[in-house]
């Protein structure tokens, strides 16, 4: 069995981001050679995630006002935030868009569904912070 890893890294201008990484998580299984597996992408932060979903931006939009909505930025609101952070948020909206994703590799390409896509959400950005790309297969 083949195993093959990257990092990408992320150190976005705002403080709250989607950004479709499909490309780049495209490129790393043809770096890594396998044909047949599966493919990990997971932010190896508290406060950012990766999903799949589709690239829509009234879509994104959505998430964002819906996240906003559940988990509001208010460094007053949370107790998290008398630890001297100000992120609370971040980290309750990483916990409902989730940590990782696994897609299955056939032929060599990612095996997606018709409008999916991969995204890395950024939920406390202006620092720099990475997501791990994990393939393992033959």
Same mark, same amino acid.
């Given at each position: 069995?083949?195993?093959?890893?990257?990092?990408?890294?992320?150190?976005?201008?705002?403080? /709250?981001?989607?950004?479709? %990484? +499909?490309?780049? &998580?495209?490129?790393?299984?043809? @770096?890594? =050679?396998?044909? #047949?597996?599966?493919?990990? /992408?997971?932010?190896?932060? %508290? +406060?950012?995630? &990766?999903?799949?979903?589709?690239? @829509?931006? =009234?879509?994104? #939009?959505?998430?964002?006002?819906?996240?906003?909505?559940?988990?509001?930025?208010?460094?007053?609101?949370?107790?998290?935030?008398?630890?001297?952070?100000?992120?609370?948020?971040?980290?309750?909206?990483?916990?409902?868009?989730?940590?990782?994703?696994?897609?299955?590799?056939?032929?060599?390409?990612?095996?997606?569904?018709?409008?999916?896509?991969?995204?890395?959400?950024?939920?406390?950005?202006?620092?720099?912070?990475?997501?791990?790309?994990?393939?393992?297969?033959?």
């Amino acid at each position: 069995m083949r195993t093959y890893r990257k990092e990408l890294w992320f150190n976005t201008e705002t403080r /709250v981001a989607l950004i479709n %990484i +499909t490309g780049e &998580v495209e490129e790393a299984v043809r @770096e890594s =050679g396998v044909r #047949e597996g599966l493919c990990l /992408v997971n932010a190896m932060h %508290i +406060t950012a995630s &990766v999903f799949i979903n589709d690239d @829509e931006e =009234g879509l994104h #939009e959505d998430f964002l006002e819906w996240l906003n909505k559940l988990a509001p930025y208010d460094p007053k609101r949370y107790r998290h935030n008398l630890t001297g952070e100000d992120n609370a948020d971040a980290h309750l909206k990483r916990q409902i868009m989730g940590r990782e994703v696994v897609v299955a590799i056939t032929g060599g390409k990612l095996d997606l569904g018709p409008w999916e896509q991969i995204f890395y959400g950024e939920f406390d950005g202006r620092r720099p912070k990475r997501v791990l790309i994990k393939i393992i297969g033959e």
